[in-house]
């Protein structure tokens, strides 16, 4: 009798927890995954492409997103690192970067992306294929600053029209430019 008392018992932690519903916000600071795939739409960003050493090697544009999977900044952010891929394509290395493997460790030079991080997320920097900063800000930073940055460094045309974030669930939203 307690043997089949302890398998119910089982069988119905077991069901609970597989019925137990996903918690996941786009306000709170909780790890909810890859804030890329869930909030924009677009886990293909990470990891990214090439690394900073590589890009600046082969000079080109790096655009660098320092951020963090479980920071609501950084999630309200993401759509706008996803719009950035959609709008410039190759023309740039984007690099959205977590700053977990950043964090108490030495800048090693110019190739390394500690040396731009200022301990504050999101943050972007962009730099020219010569590798000079071009645009430094964190916070929020507007879509249409990042792109005239993106535009003087390419020497390509920056999308025009005014950008505005569009929320279409709980979870994601999307970037609209006008």
């Not at 137990?20 to 909810?32: G, H, I, K």
């Not at 690099?95 to 992306?113: I, S, V, Y």
């Not at 920056?158 to 970037?175: H, I, M, Q, R």
Request: with cysteine; net charge negative; hydrophobic share 40%.
């Amino acid at each position: 009798m307690a043997r089949l008392l302890r398998s119910l018992l089982g069988l119905l932690c077991a069901i609970t927890l597989i019925g137990a519903p996903v918690q996941a916000s786009l306000t709170s600071d909780s790890y909810d995954g890859n804030i890329y795939a869930l909030y924009a739409g677009n886990g293909s960003l990470v990891p990214p492409a090439t690394t900073l050493g590589d890009s600046q090697a082969a000079g080109r544009t790096s655009v660098l997103v320092f951020y963090l999977d479980d920071s609501s900044t950084s999630k309200a952010f993401s759509p706008v690192v996803s719009e950035l891929q959609r709008l410039w394509g190759r023309s740039v290395d984007l690099m959205p970067l977590t700053t977990d493997t950043l964090q108490n460790r030495k800048a090693e030079g110019a190739g390394d992306p500690a040396t731009y991080w200022h301990g504050r997320i999101p943050q972007v920097v962009v730099l020219n294929g010569e590798g000079s900063v071009l645009l430094d800000q964190d916070g929020q930073v507007p879509l249409d600053a990042i792109n005239q940055a993106i535009s003087k460094a390419t020497g390509l045309t920056a999308p025009e029209g005014v950008s505005t974030s569009l929320s279409f669930n709980e979870l994601n939203t999307e970037v609209q430019t006008r």
